[in-house]
């Protein structure tokens, strides 16, 4: 008879760690946040802008493992109303984590905006925010996420970069986004080094061009971009969230405890060519 079982091995098992992901309430952060459920983690925190989204994602993902079939024993999935821009939203949020589970293991630093403008055009004020979001606040995440694993003998930081860190997206214009994650990217490699010996372990997970709900409203009604984006893509296709979710569990789980500074593309072959 042959067992119907599922199986890995061990070291992808995120059982007993305390995960965090911020941006957790929808699009790539929600599909992380699932991951790791399914992964048998259970102690898991969702930050997002509103706590009534951070609540919904939490519940969300309680209803689908239990329709699924995971068992709930132990399960401990709680939101947190964070602004990822603000050092006292972040210290606020870490310091809440920490009371409630004493420690934190791995953490996804997924939050992040994308705007199409012409660089000639760009809002000021737009541009500062995205930076705000996207460097100040994985920058934030990791320092606070680091605050806490340390004392704990480490963990790993997950930094959502982008392929848009090594090449320049067309036809769509997007430079201040793009030179974002090439701070991200950069950033990650630097705490990476500055704290290899400390047992905290810095990764860069890189998309490449994903059908998120943010995606699918840049396309709405622009076949055509879409139809260039696919081109553009060695695999012909864009990304499904969960096509991103193995790789942020192997960077955020034992499987990768010899790592630390890599940069994951998953990409779908675009930077290959």
């Not at 459920?37 to 259970?42: N, P, Q």
């Not at 606020?92 to 953490?107: C, N, P, S």
């Not at 193995?246 to 060519?273: E, H, N, P, Q, R």
Request: aromatic share 6%; charged share 20%; net charge neutral.
């Amino acid at each position: 008879m042959i067992s119907t079982q599922k199986r890995t091995l061990p070291c992808f098992s995120m059982q007993d760690k305390v995960c965090l992901v911020t941006g957790g309430a929808r699009g790539l952060g929600l599909e992380f946040a699932r991951a790791f459920v399914i992964s048998g983690c259970t102690q898991l925190v969702i930050l997002d802008l509103k706590q009534a989204e951070a609540d919904s994602a939490a519940k969300e993902l309680l209803d689908s493992a239990r329709e699924n079939g995971i068992d709930l024993t132990g399960l401990d999935l709680i939101g947190i109303e964070c602004d990822v821009a603000s050092e006292e939203s972040v210290k606020i949020a870490f310091d809440q984590t920490r009371k409630r589970f004493g420690r934190v293991d791995a953490v996804v630093a997924s939050a992040g905006i994308v705007e199409n403008y012409p660089a000639l055009e760009y809002p000021f004020d737009r541009a500062r925010k995205l930076f705000d979001i996207n460097v100040h606040g994985a920058y934030l995440t990791a320092r606070e996420a680091a605050k806490v694993m340390i004392p704990n003998g480490g963990g790993s930081i997950v930094l959502v970069a982008s392929m848009s860190a090594s090449i320049v997206n067309v036809p769509q214009p997007q430079t201040p986004y793009n030179a974002s994650k090439a701070a991200v990217k950069h950033m990650a490699t630097s705490l990476a080094i500055e704290w290899a010996k400390t047992g905290v372990r810095r990764h860069n997970s890189s998309p490449g061009y994903t059908l998120t709900k943010l995606t699918k409203t840049i396309l709405a009604g622009k076949p055509e971009l879409k139809e260039t984006w696919e081109r553009l893509t060695p695999i012909g296709r864009l990304a499904e969230p969960e096509d991103l979710a193995g790789a942020v569990v192997f960077l955020a789980s034992d499987a990768s405890k010899f790592m630390t500074g890599t940069d994951l593309l998953i990409d779908g072959g675009y930077c290959a060519i």
